[in-house]
């Protein structure tokens, strides 16, 4: 297993080149003017250099290579340029909006998994009764609802008429209590770090304030998690090692849980690799209803501020984001593929 | 021909699809008629009534009202539609195009090509599409070309995948190679034999899409970088809803037609597109089209 | 053996398996491996054997579908295996196929008239004859009454077969092969087709090579038979020697296996000693070896050769080349 995961490691690099090229070739389409921002740490240094000076200094007037190793050395030293949008360094800028949408992709995933495992398991459990078809219906519906329809119904119903779980990412009490110089920030998330201090308020704020934006945009993904579910579910009963196992003595329960569902949800946790770039995407909306700031939100302002060096920023950090994450999904599958697992211990 | 028609409209999500999407293309081609342009040049412009920052609600001028800026409701959500299919058919006939010639040819060939084409295809499917786009309308600058230009970039490798698997199960047929006994070109071949009978899930596919670019072109336009201001587009309609979705206190929903209105309009497109592309997949038995 | 129209020599084609993007133990499966024969102008050669001992292989390689690994082919003296993609052109309007499903050898999205049009097309027939000549394909297969414009999935199994017939006759070939023409086919069809074909040879001059796994139908409608085990001719003989007179182990199993449609005579099938599946042959010695019921001790030392035994007749099997 340990070799599984070193291959998928050491392929990392690989794929973080190619990105970082192609988004550092974006900066092609930019005026010199507006490359200078791509690499300049502070708003002093653009008013205390005249354009050509600073033209010279990251040698923008250079071949394509030339400019991108400049780059990636900047990279590397954690200069990633000036926000303008955000009034503050990149590098500052992304450590507090990346928690933010981890958590909340964290959230998102939770919801995919369980609610796809119980849900689908319910309609399976139940095929063709009553309960499969409201799930089934239910499904359809949340498949094809917009996630900006269900983040503005959502907010309407729990925020505008029942004025339950409001927006934004924690409530003025505990926002007080997390910029306080006592509360140890260890990771940026709130979930952890509200523990990790022994705040609990603090946890339940955040956790309250992750319930309808995870909910929001995770909804056409847990409609395909059911449905992945369910069938993957009935399609395992089906099999000849159900029959084995009854006769070897578990019991329905036994058999279902330890054999079949587990199983069933390898099928599940491949479609929640695949939907880590949906929910990213989705994260843009979700975070822009809720008031939300992560990242979704950075690049918005970004993008309407114009400001270059975020948006680029912005993406270099959502493909980090995203490969993390698909490595998590894949050690995930590995630990509960069997398959996998005694096929590399030998 | 005749009978698959049938067969379609005798599908009960299927004829709902077909009964929407019919909607909504006469809307789109009557907008004119339904909703006269103050100005015929310059059409997609929403009229507007005064330049009030409140919006007001549905009275004998505007029919369903107007939103925050004076634009009329009424006006937008039709000249809207038009925005939405042009932009729908647009961009899915390039993605489509592109990327079932791009997965057909790599397919049909084989090789070091096709590995190098599932790679880029591979990388692609990692981007996330409306952050991509977000990012590409950025450097670009702003209008409806460039968010369908965006599009198109960004949305073809579904395509070439789907294309690709299609056309690795046709090629093997009988008939491919009976074609070739008699002495076609490879190129013939591809174009007479093996595209036309893959071609079934790329249609599903598209009818799907079409809901989904106007969707993620909507979302664009809701989070404010999407179409200029006043372009009639129903997500930016939606954007200029967003400071009055909580009403005014007593009354949550006083401000409904703000948002109601064009909630309706992008919901129903895009579940007529789908449900669509949904019936023609259980028609084909390509359940998983997508 | 100087009217021979196909001749070929120590053909081979290997399949490699599970190729991946790194360098890993590769798995070759030798499909066919090493064969002789000719095929004289004017006959139908059968080629039986069981699935997958590369029979449909040999007929592909034949009209230049897949090109061979080793060994050479020759068309009338030509050398087919030499040959470009180009140089061939001209060549395979002699060389065509008649393939086993009739419902996968018909494009579904093609009419008939456009079908039969297609090989016309391609080698630039005159196009004011060509109306004239698709009728005349249509009267050859006995289509004559058939709409034009209708489609395959319109077509019963046997009448898309007359219709990929047709499409093999349009360029006028000498040299035809059907591969398992009939096999999918239901029996009282199957004897309509191999009739047909027996009277298109004589009106038309035909050479066949003539694939299936059924040793009757094989038996009905060839001059000469080869029989095909792991990839190697084990026999080749007469049609009416064959049948008396089998002399490998395998084909005396294949004979036994033929049902007899004779009400009186009990059906004595020759049980095999080890289930069929796949057998790795000792690698030394005959593919045959592991099932065959006759076997000596060089078998497993020493592969045998295809030798001549009397007339017509030759066999690949240590009992009769001591």
Redesign the interface.
């Known amino acids: 297993m340990a070799i599984f995961i070193f291959k998928r490691v050491i392929g990392i690099p690989v794929t973080l080149f190619i990105l970082s090229l192609m988004i550092f070739s974006l900066v092609l389409f930019l005026s010199p003017s507006e490359r200078v921002a791509v690499f300049v740490s502070s708003s002093d240094a653009l008013q205390s250099a005249s354009l050509e000076e600073l033209i010279e200094r990251y040698g923008l007037d250079q071949p394509f290579y030339v400019q991108y190793g400049n780059w990636v050395k900047e990279l590397l030293r954690g200069n990633l340029g000036w926000s303008s949008s955000a009034r503050m360094p990149i590098s500052e800028a992304l450590a507090l909006r990346i928690p933010a949408t981890i958590e909340l992709l964290f959230a998102g995933q939770v919801i995919l998994l369980f609610g796809g495992i119980y849900l689908g398991t319910l309609a399976a459990e139940k095929e063709n009764r009553f309960t499969d078809h409201c799930i089934r219906l239910l499904t359809i519906v949340g498949g094809a609802i917009p996630e900006f329809l269900v983040g503005l119904f959502l907010l309407i119903l729990f925020y505008v008429t029942f004025d339950l779980l409001p927006p934004g990412r924690l409530g003025m009490l505990s926002t007080d209590i997390v910029n306080a110089p006592a509360f140890v920030k260890y990771t940026g998330l709130h979930l952890v770090d509200s523990l990790l201090n022994g705040q609990p308020h603090v946890f339940m704020d955040a956790f309250s304030h992750l319930i309808l934006p995870s909910m929001a945009y995770s909804l056409g993904g847990l409609a395909a998690t059911v449905r992945l579910m369910r069938s993957s579910l009935l399609d395992n009963l089906s099999r000849g090692y159900v029959p084995t196992a009854r006769l070897k003595g578990l019991s329905n329960r036994q058999v279902m849980t330890r054999h079949v569902r587990r199983n069933a949800m390898l099928p599940v946790i491949t479609f929640m690799g695949m939907r880590i770039p949906v929910l990213l995407s989705g994260s843009v909306i979700v975070e822009t209803i809720f008031n939300f700031p992560g990242m979704g939100m950075f690049i918005v302002t970004a993008a309407q501020g114009l400001d270059f060096p975020a948006i680029i920023a912005a993406s270099l950090a959502v493909s980090v984001i995203i490969i993390i994450s698909n490595l998590i999904v894949d050690i995930l599958y590995t630990v509960l593929n069997p398959q996998i697992r005694l096929d590399i211990s030998r | 021909m005749k009978k698959q028609a049938k067969a379609l409209v005798q599908h009960p999500t299927g004829i709902i699809g077909i009964i929407l999407v019919l909607f909504w293309v006469s809307v789109a081609i009557l907008a004119p008629m339904l909703a006269p342009p103050q100005d015929p040049d310059n059409a997609y412009m929403m009229v507007r009534h005064g330049f009030s920052s409140l919006p007001n609600p549905p009275n004998g001028q505007s029919p369903w009202g107007t939103t925050s800026g004076g634009y009329d409701i009424f006006y937008g959500i039709i000249w809207g539609s038009r925005t939405a299919l042009v932009l729908g058919l647009v961009t899915v006939l390039a993605t489509a195009t592109i990327g079932a010639l791009a997965g057909g040819v790599c397919a049909y060939y084989g090789g070091i090509l096709d590995g190098v084409c599932m790679r880029i295809v591979d990388l692609f499917m990692g981007i996330p599409f409306l952050i991509a786009v977000i990012v590409m309308t950025t450097v670009w600058g702003k209008g409806m070309d460039k968010i369908i230009l965006a599009l198109i970039v960004f949305g073809w490798h579904r395509y070439a995948r789907m294309m690709r698997s299609e056309v690795l199960v046709v090629k093997e047929q009988e008939f491919v190679l009976a074609a070739k006994n008699m002495g076609a070109s490879p190129m013939g071949i591809f174009f007479r034999h093996v595209l036309p009978n893959a071609l079934s899930p790329i249609i599903i596919l598209m009818s799907i899409n079409i809901g989904r670019m106007v969707l993620v072109a909507a979302s664009l336009s809701f989070v404010g970088i999407g179409a200029e201001p006043g372009f009639a587009d129903w997500g930016q309609m939606l954007n200029f809803s967003r400071n009055w979705i909580s009403g005014i206190p007593g009354a949550p929903f006083y401000y409904w037609y703000t948002y109601a209105y064009a909630s309706v309009a992008i919901f129903t497109f895009v579940l007529g597109w789908t449900l669509l592309g949904d019936a023609l997949g259980t028609m084909y038995g390509k359940q998983e089209a997508y | 053996m100087n009217n021979a129209l196909i001749t070929i020599q120590s053909l081979e084609k290997e399949f490699v398996v599970r190729r991946g ?1 790194f360098p890993r133990p590769k798995k070759i499966i030798r499909a066919v491996d090493g064969i002789d024969f000719s095929i004289n102008t004017g006959e139908t050669f059968g080629l039986v054997g069981e699935s997958g001992c590369g029979k449909s292989t040999t007929g ?1 390689m034949l ?1 230049r ?1 897949m090109p061979p690994t080793s060994g050479k082919i020759y068309y009338q003296g030509e050398e087919l295996t030499a040959k470009t993609e180009k140089q ?2 001209p060549l ?2 002699n ?3 008649i ?3 009739p419902h ?7 009419s008939l008239e456009q079908i039969l049009e ?2 016309l097309k ?2 630039r027939y005159p196009f004011s004859n060509r109306a004239k000549r698709i009728r005349e394909l249509m009267d050859y297969v006995g289509l004559s009454q058939t709409s034009m414009d209708r489609y395959p999935a319109e077509f019963s199994g046997g009448q898309r077969q007359r219709i ?1 017939i047709a ?1 093999a006759l349009a ?1 006028d070939p000498k040299f035809i092969v059907a591969d398992e023409a009939v096999s999918a086919l239901d029996v009282s069809i199957q004897a309509q087709i191999l009739n047909l074909l027996m009277d298109l040879q004589k009106e038309l001059g035909l050479t066949y090579l003539f694939i299936s796994h059924d040793l009757g139908v094989v038996n009905y409608i060839s001059d000469r038979i080869g029989v095909m085990y792991l990839g190697k001719l084990v026999e080749v003989a007469d049609c009416n020697t064959l049948y008396r007179r089998p002399l490998h182990p395998y084909t005396k199993i294949l004979l036994a296996s033929v049902p007899v449609a004779d009400p009186n005579q009990t059906f004595k099938a020759m049980a095999w000693d080890t289930p069929e599946g796949d057998f790795p042959a000792p690698p030394a010695g005959c593919s045959f070896y592991n099932r065959c019921r006759e076997r000596l001790d060089i078998c497993s030392r020493q592969k045998p050769s295809l030798k001549e035994q009397a007339q017509g007749q030759s066999v690949a099997c240590h009992l009769f080349n001591p």
């Not at chain 3, 996968?104 to 093609?110: A, E, F």
């Open positions: 993007f592909r009209v579908l061939m052109l395979r309007r060389l065509q196929m393939f086993q499903n996968g050898s018909l494009n579904p999205r093609m297609e090989p391609i080698h990929a499409r360029l």
